[in-house]
């Protein structure tokens, strides 16, 4: 699920000493082996319920063959991590982004302004990016911050960019496509599992092609605004 990217020439990057954060590793699951003609028998899975609700399927919580057939066809329609049909985190928080697509901020949660906003949804754990009611790049799964290290809400902006951002705190941890919004909290790709159920280290973590997406939409000083609780979380 790829946004659209609308390329925008950034500003020179800031001299400004930032700390890093990157995210807390937990090991997820692999996905199953088979093509689409496989026989689909992944077992029910922890997010069962909202899938089936979603794709209009009878929400008894229990896997079914056609339950299996349905959620697999999802996860490859929108590039899922995984496509064998198993209701799990990913393909929860991608159930959650094309849910969202018409109308992300169909709740008001994000401030219109006339200038560009980043929305940045802990309680969906979604990141979209609107100017005025125009929603310039669709929303897509994020990871925030877990316990004692939240991503900070309210308003932001972007201070300080750097493309090929390591990180000076995780053992040269990578953190690409960074975007500095908040002391050492960015927007930025996590080579790893967005989906395992942990948060970062107080970073808003994108997939890599999403943050590379985003990269090449926002500037220096383009407004940052976050709000709502991780799931999971004190907040």
């Keep these: 699920m790829g946004p659209a990217r609308i390329r925008i ?6 001299t400004v000493a930032a700390l890093a954060c990157v995210a807390l590793a937990v090991p997820g699951a692999a996905a199953a082996p088979g093509g689409a003609a496989a026989e689909c028998t992944a077992p029910t899975g922890p997010y069962q319920r909202p899938l089936e609700q979603y ?3 009878p929400v008894d919580g229990i896997q079914s063959p056609a339950d299996c057939e349905a959620v697999r066809a999802f996860q490859s329609a929108h590039q899922v991590p995984r496509t064998d049909g198993y209701a799990d985190l990913a393909t929860y928080r ?10 992300p901020n169909a709740a008001g949660h994000c401030p219109v302004r006339s200038y560009r906003v980043t929305c940045v949804d802990m309680d969906r754990q979604l990141l979209w990016v609107q100017t005025g009611t125009r929603v310039d790049f669709r929303p897509v799964p994020i990871r925030t911050g877990r316990d004692t290290q ?15 951002h390591v990180s ?8 690409p496509y960074s975007q500095f919004f908040d002391g050492g909290q960015a927007l930025h790709g996590h080579p790893g599992n967005l989906y395992d159920g942990g948060g970062s280290a107080g970073c808003v973590n994108l997939t890599v092609s999403d943050a590379a997406a985003l990269w090449d939409l926002l500037v220096l000083h383009d407004a940052v605004y976050v ?3 991780k799931p999971g979380t004190a907040g």
């Design 9 to 14: 020439s950034g500003a020179a990057t800031a």
């Design 55 to 57: 794709l209009g399927l």
């Design 94 to 103: 991608y159930m959650l982004a094309a849910q969202a697509a018409a109308d």
């Design 150 to 164: 939240e991503t900070r809400p309210g308003w932001h902006s972007v201070y300080w960019r750097d493309k090929d």
């Design 168 to 175: 000076s705190l995780y053992d040269d941890a990578p953190m």
């Design 227 to 229: 709000w709502g609780t």
